[in-house]
């Protein structure tokens, strides 16, 4: 199983990105998705994450109203919308799959997850 991350790049301060990541090697139809992020010489947190069905979503407080996580199941492909960015976003992000997860629950540990992506790097001027 491979996540491929893309989309990450150097964006002024009320920018917009939009990350995508592409999963290969299984389907991940029925399992939760989720999006990670890493700063330097911070431990990796929580961005958001969305149910198999898309019909559940949860997000990080400082993100929530700005990100927005999607996902096209035929493609095995996860999104993740990223408005007004701030400096403060700047991290590396990783998506994330967690097999089979149900419809309801939303896992927002990392262990929780089975397998990862290789990050891409968001970078937010001031």
Do not use: H
């Not at 920018?15 to 995508?20: N, T, V």
């Not at 949860?58 to 990100?67: C, M, N, P």
């Not at 976003?89 to 799959?97: E, N, S």
């Amino acid at each position: 199983v491979q996540l491929q991350a893309y989309g990450g790049g150097l964006v002024q301060a009320g920018g917009s990105l939009r990350l995508s990541c592409i999963v290969s090697g299984r389907s991940v139809r029925f399992d939760l998705l989720g999006w990670f992020r890493q700063a330097p010489g911070k431990e990796r947190e929580f961005v958001a994450a969305i149910t198999w069905s898309g019909t559940r979503t949860e997000y990080e407080d400082s993100v929530k109203d700005r990100f927005t996580i999607s996902r096209d199941n035929d493609k095995n492909m996860v999104y993740l919308q990223m408005n007004s960015l701030k400096p403060e976003d700047t991290a590396v992000y990783f998506c994330a799959t967690r097999y089979s997860a149900g419809d309801y629950y939303i896992a927002t540990s990392a262990i929780e997850y089975n397998y990862w992506g290789q990050g891409t790097q968001v970078t937010v001027s001031s």
